[in-house]
């Protein structure tokens, strides 16, 4: 249990619509990244966001957007959905700041349980 | 720019025999390397992380990997091998100094055979 909870679990949408996932991180963890895993793939990491603003952006287009509350929770929406969006997505909460560090610190990353979109 | 190769997709294993999972990876500067683990229909866990430390790291359920600059290697081991272990195995990078983005390589199935 990582204290990271995501919801719904599944998700089907169809091609054309728009998607809303969401996030709760752990108390505390004010930054928090998004993946997408395709089927068979590891991770890819498609934005993260540090204090309510996006901090860091991966190589998905500006259809991928999120926001992220004070109370610690985040959505990703995706907008005009394609088959190729179905894929597991997982956030992930960090603890501190994103901001750099010296090479001694790390502050680990806790991934919730994914929800499952399905785009047919 | 950073990237993960895991030598391959699916390894099988006999219940008490070594598992040795295989990461190389790429990075322009002193990375932060990691192991994740993931069953079936649930998130990621961290089994290890190198951090610039002791090359020799342990995580947890037993396993270890050791950090070799020379090879750019992470090679991820459990001396003996439980049915417990069977799951999806990642290997990660990231920048030294920053909690951003982690890269991950493409997975090991890992199968433990009775």
Request: charged share 15%; with cysteine; aromatic share 12%.
């Amino acid at each position: 249990e990582t204290g990271v909870t995501q919801s719904p679990t599944h998700l089907i949408k169809t091609r054309g619509q728009q998607v809303t996932l969401r996030c709760s991180s752990q108390s505390g963890h004010n930054t928090v990244s998004w993946y997408q895993q395709a089927l068979g793939q590891g991770p890819q990491f498609i934005f993260q966001y540090y204090r309510e603003e996006e901090n860091g952006r991966g190589n998905f287009p500006p259809r991928f957007s999120g926001l992220q509350f004070p109370n610690y929770s985040s959505e990703l929406n995706v907008n005009a959905l394609e088959l190729d969006d179905s894929a597991l997505y997982l956030c992930a909460s960090i603890t501190g700041g994103s901001g750099t560090s010296g090479p001694e610190t790390y502050n680990e990353q806790f991934f919730g349980p994914g929800t499952r979109l399905t785009v047919l | 720019a950073q990237s993960v190769t895991q030598l391959g997709s699916h390894v099988s294993v006999s219940e008490g025999a070594l598992v040795l999972l295989r990461c190389n990876y790429s990075s322009s500067v002193p990375p932060y390397l990691f192991w994740y683990v993931q069953y079936p229909n649930q998130g990621l866990q961290l089994l290890l992380k190198y951090t610039s430390a002791a090359t020799l790291v342990k995580g947890i359920n037993g396993f270890e990997a050791e950090f070799k600059k020379s090879e750019t290697s992470f090679h991820l081991t459990k001396p003996s091998a439980h049915m417990s272990d069977a799951a999806e195995y990642f290997c990660a990078v990231s920048e030294t100094g920053s909690a951003r983005q982690l890269t991950f390589g493409s997975g090991t199935q890992l199968t433990v055979l009775p």
